[in-house]
């Protein structure tokens, strides 16, 4: 299936949440399904990372 004006070819929403925090964004990856696939692992797995390292920092 192709994508729509609202929404595009690429377009993915990754959320992280813990205990009462929640966050999400949208994200805009070009390439065909396995690149987007790799792109969206890859920005899923960094977003984890920065809010490990941020709750790390903040019980210190």
């Not at 929640?22 to 805009?28: D, F, K, L, N, Q």
């Not at 070009?30 to 792109?39: F, K, L, P, S, Y």
């Amino acid at each position: 299936g192709g994508g729509s004006p609202e929404k595009p070819v690429g377009t993915v929403w990754l959320a992280w949440g813990a205990g009462d925090e929640v966050s999400s964004e949208r994200r805009h990856f070009a390439g065909n399904r396995d690149e987007v696939r790799r792109q969206t692992v890859i920005a899923a797995l960094e977003g984890l990372i920065r809010r490990t390292v941020r709750e790390i920092k903040n019980q210190g």
